[in-house]
């Protein structure tokens, strides 16, 4: 049955499968998948790069040749401690109206609906333009080389796609209003790690040469650097809607070039983690390690950063810069080759042209705009194909919803769940319509 009753219970059943990445273990999920499509006469292929690592594709054939229509999820989700959340994480509670769970909204719940909405054109006998494919990966949390990337090698007509449907994008409530965001691109990675070296010994004699020390030194002034505020063409777009007529302490927004000159603005900005990511490059200190007795003094020492860059930046330049920061008491370790060429989908499209219509009929007149995504996703392998590639489930978060992403106690509320389906049935149609152009 395609209905939000069922949404909820399988999106209940996927988060109890625990696909934490590392290690992943995303076969047991595929396989759950599978039984789903398999029950309504759906065959699909499974793709395995390793030992219990898999992924899923699933395809209506349409009446063109080449240039499918993907809809992608990732099945895989960043790992949970127990030991602080209220509930299970990989319980599926449903509590108070919400499902939580680790992967609630990154991204079993979406996956569940794309799922659902896939069938039900199925079931509905539809003929679409192009093949429309049906993709949930394993190991997007960790760069996609075992998923995205690992697919691409071995399923040669997903290169010629005409359109990718993910995540990264939704509808949001602030203030009372709701507007839409639409993912058309996003954030590189520049993720490193500072690493020293130095004399160890009893901690009762301290000395000049302490690892740990240099990297307290290092990582205080890298954390210390305020990264410019840049606005881009999308976020400009973004922000010159979302914050028309926004009143503050010192401020009212007019647009987003000349609101910047005001130093309240800007302070506005920066205590805001969603306004500050989509306008400069961040460093976040994700991992420190150095020592294992408090009276000992360590020989070696490390830090590990979480960089997004903005599309504009340049990786070479990027890490120029930091290492200036860091001196040279110690090393700096790039860590990933991820480089993308390209980053970013227009939007002057059918494909958003399209979606914005289906949201207007179930939400009413909103604002529907393009977004930049602070994250990492498996986009940009199309992207960097130059295919069009969007983010967007169609459910209201909150800010303390969309917070708990990779967070305490992630949820998503039944609500959603429902109106995730009824939006996801309703844009999968819209693209089984749509000629590649």
């Not at 029950?39 to 499974?46: D, H, L, R, V």
């Not at 305020?226 to 973004?238: D, E, F, G, R």
């Amino acid at each position: 049955m395609i209905n939000g009753e069922n949404a909820v219970r399988l999106t209940q059943e996927l988060i109890r499968i625990d696909t934490s990445n590392p290690p992943g273990n995303e076969e047991s999920a595929v396989l759950f998948l599978e039984g789903i499509l398999s029950a309504e006469g759906i065959k699909a292929e499974i793709y395995s790069p390793a030992p219990r690592r898999a992924n899923i594709l699933a395809r209506i054939k349409g009446k063109g040749k080449g240039k499918p229509v993907i809809i992608l999820s990732h099945i895989d989700v960043v790992p949970a401690n127990h030991n602080e959340w209220t509930v299970d994480p990989f319980g599926g509670e449903l509590k108070d109206g919400f499902v939580y769970g680790r992967g609630a909204i990154d991204m079993k719940a979406q996956a569940i609906c794309q799922l659902l909405a896939f069938i039900k054109l199925y079931k509905e006998g539809t003929e679409p333009e192009q093949d429309m494919i049906f993709l949930a990966t394993c190991d997007e949390e960790v760069g996609g080389h075992n998923g995205v990337e690992f697919v691409l090698r071995n399923v040669p007509d997903l290169k010629d796609a005409s359109f990718v449907l993910s995540e990264g994008g939704s509808l949001v409530e602030e203030d009372g209003l709701v507007h839409a965001q639409i993912s058309v691109s996003e954030k590189k990675l520049g993720q490193f790690r500072i690493q020293a070296t130095g004399i160890g010994g009893h901690g009762s004699m301290p000395h000049m040469d302490n690892a740990n020390e240099k990297i307290v030194r290092a990582s205080q002034a890298i954390l210390s650097y305020q990264w410019p505020l840049k606005p881009t063409s999308i976020v400009s777009a973004y922000l010159n809607t979302a914050l028309k007529g926004k009143r503050g302490r010192g401020f009212v927004f007019s647009s987003l070039k000349k609101s910047l000159k005001n130093r309240y603005f800007r302070d506005f900005i920066e205590s805001n983690p969603i306004y500050n990511a989509l306008l400069r490059n961040t460093v976040t200190l994700t991992v420190l390690k150095g020592g294992e007795k408090i009276n000992v003094i360590p020989r070696e020492s490390s830090a590990s950063f979480d960089a997004r860059l903005l599309p504009t930046e340049d990786h070479d330049g990027f890490f120029k810069k930091v290492s200036q920061l860091c001196g040279d008491d110690v090393e700096l370790v790039r860590i990933g080759s991820d480089v993308s060429r390209s980053l970013r989908s227009g939007y002057n499209t059918q494909y958003f042209r399209g979606i914005r219509k289906v949201v207007c009929a179930m939400k009413g007149k909103i604002p529907v705009l393009p977004f930049l995504m602070t994250g990492a996703s498996d986009m940009r392998y199309f992207r960097n194909l130059d295919i069009p590639a969007y983010g967007f489930f169609p459910v209201t978060l909150s800010s303390d919803e969309f917070l708990r992403m990779h967070g305490i106690d992630e949820r998503i509320s039944v609500a959603n769940i429902r109106e995730g389906l009824e939006g996801c049935c309703e844009i999968l149609k819209f693209l089984a319509s749509c000629k590649a152009s």
